[in-house]
């Protein structure tokens, strides 16, 4: 399940959930809808994960956790720590970063 971020308060959910995986966005980006759907299908397949939608222009605390200066953007936090992000329309390097914070 995805939740979306309704606050800037991305710290305090990644210090409350061990694996964290938000994709960055803006209303106005087209790749990010289309990456939409794919950060949902890896969401209902990484039940052990928190995924988020931040919107990346409503949360500029949020956005600075992961240097955010592209979108889309994806992100990872593990046990309360920023681990990774990659800036991608495509789903091989989003379904790497999340394995690479799912598989341990």
Do not use: H
């Not at 790749?31 to 939608?53: G, H, Q």
Request: include cysteine; charge should be negative; proline fraction near 4%.
């Amino acid at each position: 399940m995805i939740k979306e971020l309704e606050q800037d308060n991305l710290n305090e959910i990644v210090s409350d959930n061990e694996t964290v995986v938000v994709q960055y966005m803006a209303g106005w980006c087209g790749n990010c809808r289309l990456m939409k759907p794919k950060f949902k299908k890896l969401a209902s397949e990484n039940e052990n994960a928190t995924f988020l939608l931040v919107d990346a222009e409503k949360y500029p605390e949020s956005r600075k956790m992961a240097n955010v200066d592209n979108l889309p953007t994806f992100a990872t936090f593990k046990n309360g720590s920023f681990v990774n992000q990659v800036q991608t329309n495509k789903f091989e390097p989003l379904k790497d970063l999340v394995n690479e914070v799912t598989s341990n």
